[in-house]
């Protein structure tokens, strides 16, 4: 069970790297169109997912091995519902710093696609967890971070900057702990995609430090209560 999760957690970082590598080398500006990810599929694929059975290589070398899991524990419903709150309470800064206003067309584009995608990244977790799903965002981690969000517009760049790297490091958080593989498989791609999202509001802001535009230093992981 821990190498499955080393797996799975080393992946997503390679992932991250490689994917914020990649917008740097093709100009990040032009490449945010593309950050929208396609996880509703997987979120609801994941729904209907049943129970594997242990696969004929393991069987093989280590017959009393059990295979973790596809669909998420009891405590792993839980985790994955606090991620969802983070999603959801992304979302609604977002539309805060939208409705402030004074952005540049690329600028809207940009912010109104990362809205987009943490929208989409909640709408997967409500179908994988189905009732179990929050639906709400945090209240405390909203009043905690929209002043934030409510500035000048360098200032909500760097607030958005600073909850991507703070949502990376949450879902890295998640990821060490989850145990069924749809959940963990999830975690990896929205946390990938928000990885990307803080190169592209870097670059937005006028960042040029590469260690900073990778987001190599990670904010604090995000707390997330009722």
Do not use: C
């Amino acid at each position: 069970m821990t190498d499955r999760k080393t797996e799975v957690t080393e992946s997503a970082a390679a992932s991250a790297r490689l994917g914020r590598r990649a917008l740097l080398g093709a100009g990040v500006g032009g490449a945010a169109i593309s950050l929208l990810p396609l996880l509703a599929s997987k979120g609801g694929a994941s729904s209907s997912s049943g129970e594997p059975t242990t696969t004929a290589a393991a069987t093989a070398t280590t017959p009393t091995t059990t295979a973790p899991p596809r669909r998420p524990t009891d405590d792993d419903i839980g985790l994955l519902g606090s991620a969802q709150q983070v999603e959801l309470t992304a979302r609604a800064l977002y539309d805060v710093a939208i409705a402030t206003g004074d952005w540049t067309d690329t600028e809207t584009t940009v912010i109104t696609t990362i809205r987009e995608a943490h929208e989409a990244a909640a709408q997967a977790l409500a179908g994988m967890l189905g009732g179990d799903a929050p639906g709400e965002m945090s209240q405390s981690l909203y009043d905690s971070l929209v002043s934030g969000f409510k500035g000048s517009a360098a200032s909500r760049l760097e607030a958005a900057y600073e909850f991507e790297s703070a949502a990376v490091a949450t879902h890295h958080e998640l990821l060490s702990a989850l145990v069924g593989i749809d959940g963990a498989t999830l975690i990896a791609a929205i946390q990938s995609a928000e990885a990307r999202h803080g190169t592209v509001l870097a670059d937005l802001n006028g960042q040029t430090v590469v260690s900073t535009l990778l987001v190599e230093d990670e904010f604090a992981a995000l707390v997330v209560s009722a």
